[in-house]
C-alpha cells in the first residue's frame, strides 16, 4: 500500500505561485511513475503533468505547459508541482497519484493505482 499526503494549497492571486508537495509513506515511490491530476466540481478528473521513475522524462497538459514544472526527490519519497504565473482557471482541487504498473508515465487517471486525499489551489483574479 502507498499512501499519498498534498500539501501547498491555498489561495493566490492570478499571476502568483505556489508549489505542492506529495509526500508517500508506507512504501517507496522511486520506481513509480507520478503524476498529477486536477478536479473542478462537476468536471472529470484532467491530467496536469507527469514524471517518470527516474525524473528524466516529464509530460505535461498544454493548458499547464511554460507554467507548471514536476518533480520529484526519491530519497525524500516526494514528489512536487511547481505551479507560476497562475490563472483563475487553474483553480481546482489537485490530487497526486501513483501508477504502480508498467514503467511509462500515463495521462488517464485509470492508469494510477494510488491516489492522495487532495489539496484546494484557489487563484483569484
Known amino acids: 500500500q502507498v499512501q499519498l499526503v498534498e500539501s501547498g494549497g491555498g489561495l493566490v492571486q492570478a499571476g502568483g505561485s505556489l508549489r505542492l508537495s506529495c509526500a508517500a509513506s508506507?512504501?517507496?515511490?522511486?520506481?513509480?511513475?507520478m503524476a498529477w491530476f486536477r478536479q473542478v466540481p462537476g468536471k472529470e478528473r484532467e491530467f496536469v503533468a507527469a514524471?517518470?521513475?527516474?525524473?528524466?522524462?516529464?509530460d505535461y497538459a498544454d493548458s499547464v505547459k511554460g507554467r507548471f514544472t514536476i518533480s520529484r526527490d526519491n530519497a525524500k519519497n516526494t514528489v512536487y508541482l511547481q505551479m507560476n504565473s497562475l490563472k483563475p482557471e487553474d483553480t481546482a482541487v489537485y490530487y497526486c497519484a501513483a501508477k504502480t504498473t508498467g514503467w511509462a508515465i500515463g495521462r488517464t487517471s485509470n492508469e494510477y493505482d494510488y491516489w492522495g486525499q487532495g489539496t484546494q489551489v484557489t487563484v483569484s483574479s
Open positions: 514524471i517518470h521513475w527516474s525524473g528524466g522524462v516529464t
Open positions: 508506507g512504501r517507496t515511490i522511486r520506481m513509480y511513475p
